[in-house]
């Protein structure tokens, strides 16, 4: 089949980003299907396409998916109005191409909500079988973190949220939040499914040439966090621990920040107009060097902001790109994913408000490597036993092949 694959934040592993889309469409072509994915240009991202763009996009083939790119620039450090604008625009110009395009199932992801648009026009005018990945519940989120306080606005996307859903022949979730939330929008269970953010071990569970950031001795414990430097990430925890590890004397701990976000220059400054060295900033990296930072590392940092709507509604990246890699996760609010590290004994789960509690989960880790190291080869086994990516693919596959 061909399948019509929208993902506006698409980026093969040569980008500093996830590359979900890349697997499942590899995954796909694999099992005899046709791939073209529709993207935009995403910070941090990196499609594999360099020609010019004509006409406002261009088109290539990469490791067998053909893609389609506009030329619609997104980075996380964006205001909300660029991004929203980005956002329509990517939805409209995706229409078109759902209403001219070849093929038999046109497949759409978020984030953002606003992906599914060029589905629901599939569905409705030419009668396409309509698959939607959901991998945040909008608006619940953006209204829960206070992202998003206008009423008008929080009203349309729940109405597009509702036409998404209630168009979609069927839809996946990436975490039990996610899959409860599209459930209680009145679509019923036996159309949903979920598949969550896997772990790739053919990145991060092979021998590779590890490295340490400058600042970082062989001798300190390395935590690292991986990721979006923005609001929903609540990066301050980390500094607050790390102020708290200055006051003890724990010179032999670092904490390693690895990508980019509207915020990171605020962390910056506070790190540097408090004095809390013990804190390295790093620009992002693609997955071949950070699977190198990550066999040197000895921790991962999975941080959130202390939001309820959190705790089941997100399947974060940076959680199975660690296990993968054998790193012990220290995981700061509750959840499925907490519930998941403290039932496997692979990490640390700590208070959210506490600075004390995250400095002493870091202490604990550092005076106690064996203890450390054992936590990390539980968390791999469950790598490889429940979130392999190639497993959780072919779930994928079976998926979409079921509704074509």
């Known amino acids: 089949m061909r399948v019509l694959y929208f993902h506006q934040h698409f980026s093969t592993p040569k980008g500093a980003t996830g590359i979900r889309s890349y697997e499942m469409a590899r995954r796909l072509i694999a099992r005899g299907h046709q791939v073209t994915m529709v993207c935009g240009s995403y910070g941090g991202g990196k499609t594999g396409v360099d020609t010019p763009f004509l006409n406002g996009l261009r088109r290539g083939r990469v490791e067998g998916i053909d893609i389609i790119e506009f030329n619609l620039a997104y980075s996380n450090s964006d205001g909300f109005l660029t991004r929203a604008i980005s956002f329509l625009k990517f939805a409209f110009r995706s229409v078109r191409l759902a209403l001219t395009e070849r093929y038999d199932v046109v497949f759409a992801t978020t984030t953002p909500l606003t992906a599914g648009i060029p ?13 939607f990945e959901v991998r945040d519940l909008w608006p619940e989120l953006p209204k829960a973190m206070g992202v998003i306080r206008n009423p008008l606005i929080l009203g349309a996307m729940s109405i597009l949220e509702w036409i998404s859903y209630r ?5 996946i979730g990436l975490s039990p939040g996610i899959v409860e939330g599209i459930a209680r929008r009145g679509v019923p269970r036996e159309r949903i499914a979920m598949v969550p953010n896997g772990c790739d071990l053919d990145i991060f569970d092979v021998p590779v040439c590890g490295w340490r950031p400058n600042g970082v001795l062989p001798e300190h414990l390395m935590a690292i966090f991986a990721g979006t430097h923005g609001q929903a990430n609540q990066l301050d925890a980390v500094l607050d621990a790390a102020a708290e590890l200055k006051r003890r004397d724990r010179d032999d701990i670092r904490l390693v920040l690895i990508g980019q976000g509207k915020l990171k220059p605020a ?5 540097n107009e408090q004095g809390i060295s013990n804190v390295i ?3 992002p990296v693609d997955k071949e060097r950070l699977s190198g930072l990550m066999a040197s590392a000895d921790l991962g940092l999975q941080v959130l902001a202390n939001v309820p709507a959190f705790y089941f509604g997100t399947s974060p990246n940076k959680f199975f790109d660690y296990i993968a890699s054998g790193l012990p996760v220290l995981n700061n609010y509750p959840g499925w994913l907490a519930e998941m590290i403290v039932q496997e004994d692979c990490g640390y789960v700590v208070d959210p408000d506490s600075p004390e509690a995250f400095a002493d989960a870091l202490e604990q880790a550092a005076d106690d490597r064996p203890a450390l190291a054992a936590k990390g080869l539980k968390g791999q086994a469950l790598a490889a036993r429940e979130f392999d990516r190639r497993k959780l693919a072919d779930q994928f596959v079976d998926w979409l092949e079921g509704v074509a």
């Open 167 to 171: 168009s979609a022949h069927r839809l």
């Open 281 to 283: 900033f790093h620009e």
């Open 119 to 131: 589905g629901v026009f599939a569905r409705y005018l030419r009668c396409k079988p309509f698959v």
């Open 267 to 271: 962390l910056q400054r506070r790190a």
